[in-house]
């Protein structure tokens, strides 16, 4: 499994289009992230095996970002597609100086399985995520 | 959604000093700052049978109850605190109704639909169906589509006493501590195995196949005979109840 050299890079075959979303670090607005990369995913012909992996991906990171505890702060995810590719890149803000607790090896298996490639690095108090997800032909 | 760091001052100084003089006009003030959150958050639940204008003054209330109870000093913004409280206080009217609070109908049905058209879709097409396919097939938008897959996702931590679901009368608590034997050949599985050994055997073995058998969920669902979506709702389920799980450790 490759995984990216730095995070936020945009690929050679990722296009200039860039979906921004801003939301409370808080779980009940992970949907809103999710539908926008299943949307997105779709537009790109994504089956529904990947639309679903992709959810799960999302899911995944967001909850790495924010870790178990309740914080204030916002959550920035940034979708930019490419002729056959997603990239998806995020970050946390927290108005507190926690530090978000490491990827775990579990999570780090799932996503090995469910994208193409991914990072995840940790700053205190705020971490940031990407991931790539290319369309297999049916 | 970000706020004016000015304001968020001013906005805190008033929570500190309605902390200290309970002055009821200050209350009003911060109530009214806010009002807009409470509606916000009402009509998020609106088309679950319960007209908005019942949900607003619920949420209105709870808004109130928010304000009385915010400490200013424990670190959290008060809209954080606040949207849980309004949160929380929408279910339980929903709950004490007798209603859970769920997708609307017409989504509940057009899932249905979708996890028949998906496997069926599956086999004609030879591939797993595209969002586009299936909105056709269902004569639905992408949108409906996506918006039916997601209203039909346990993304949300489920309750160890939770029915473990699909006809199922067990619950998940009951059927933790066995390890699927297909788990223990790995190191990382090893390490990893306290965790999984907290889902059920079936939930292990669909966890197996996907993460570290990288299955496909069609694959899986075909290999255990069930459906693609039925895969993937347990999978959510699984990721969730490992989260919690690992957050408890």
């Known amino acids: 499994m490759r995984r990216g050299k730095a995070l936020n890079r945009l690929t050679d075959d990722a296009g200039p289009d860039e979906v921004r979303l801003e939301f409370p670090a808080l779980s009940e607005y992970f949907r809103l992230a999710r539908l926008t990369a299943a949307g997105l995913g779709s537009r790109l012909g994504f089956t529904v095996d990947q639309v679903e992996d992709l959810k799960l991906a999302i899911d995944e990171l967001c909850f790495g970002l924010t870790g178990p505890d309740l914080r204030s702060g916002t959550l920035t995810v940034r979708y930019r597609l490419g002729r056959d590719l997603i990239e998806v890149s995020g970050e946390s803000s927290f108005d507190d100086d926690q530090s978000t607790p490491a990827q775990s090896e579990l999570s780090r298996i799932i996503l090995d399985a469910l994208v193409d490639e991914h990072e995840f690095h940790r700053e205190s108090p705020s971490s940031r995520f990407w991931i790539l997800k290319r369309r297999v032909p049916g | ?249």
């Open chain 2, 1 to 249: 959604m970000t706020v004016d760091p000015v304001a968020r001052d001013a906005l805190h100084a008033k929570f500190v000093a309605f902390a200290e003089s309970r002055d009821p006009a200050l209350r009003d003030q911060l109530v009214e700052a806010h009002i807009g959150l409470a509606k916000y958050l009402a009509r998020r639940f609106a088309n679950r049978g319960e007209p908005v204008d019942d949900l607003v003054q619920v949420a209105s209330m709870a808004l109130v109850k928010a304000v009385d109870r915010f400490d200013p000093d424990r670190g959290f913004g008060f809209a954080t605190y606040a949207t849980h409280t309004i949160v929380g206080e929408l279910k339980r009217h929903f709950r004490d109704k007798g209603w859970a609070v769920r997708a609307p109908r017409r989504m509940q049905e057009l899932y249905l639909r979708l996890t028949k058209v998906i496997d069926s879709l599956s086999q004609t097409l030879g591939h797993p169906p595209t969002i586009a396919d299936l909105a056709a097939a269902t004569d639905s938008s992408e949108e409906a589509v996506l918006e039916a897959m997601e209203a039909g996702q346990a993304y949300r931590f489920t309750s160890l006493d939770a029915p473990i679901g699909g006809g199922d009368t067990q619950t998940f608590a009951a059927n933790t501590g066995d390890v699927d034997p297909g788990m223990a050949d790995a190191e990382r599985r090893a390490v990893l195995a306290p965790l999984l050994a907290r889902l059920t055997p079936r939930d292990q073995r669909i966890v197996n196949l996907r993460f570290f058998k990288e299955m496909t969920q069609g694959e899986i669902a075909a290999e255990l005979g069930i459906s693609q979506m039925h895969v993937s709702r347990l999978l959510a389920k699984s990721l969730a109840q490992l989260r919690n799980a690992g957050d408890d450790t």
